[in-house]
């Protein structure tokens, strides 16, 4: 969902049917937040970085409290408003994509990093949110493998078993598949 672009937030009464049919037939929802790339509110007119704020979300969470969400990007830029969401909502989880290449290694190292010692790394996905630049993938789990900050299990965590519980598929299934297994 990437109603920020139009100036739509996540607690708009029109998105509330999106949001009841999703939770009734248990479908993950991943919600774009947090800011967008440089010269956003330029390039869509409608675009407003205020209905990016994670906190927009509580009224949906509380609704539905079963409904799985993941907020695109770490919600870049309200920091302290997703750490919120994450401490009152299990089931709302963040994924990093395009975020550890679009800025510093230090600069990634710190959103990240402080998610992490806060105790949210069983919540973090990794995202590669290339439409455009497909060659990054490999490059974005190359960084998280050689982040020196993470241990061996975050890192996994990361790259693979968060996903596979937020998504409720099967991991022995998911490492078959991966290793080209029947």
Known sequence: VSNQYVGIGPDDPRMM???DLAAELDIPVAI???TGPPGTAALSPGYLVSKGNPLLLEPVLTRHPNLRVSIMHMAEGFEDELRMILYSY????VDIGALMWLHTERDFERMLGGLVDAGWGGRIMHGSDQMNWPGLISRSIEIIRNADYLSDEQKEGILFSNAVRFLKLDPQEIRRRAMGEP
């Open 17 to 19: 049917p999106f949001w």
């Open 90 to 93: 299990p089931n709302v989880y």
């Open 32 to 34: 774009h937040m947090g």
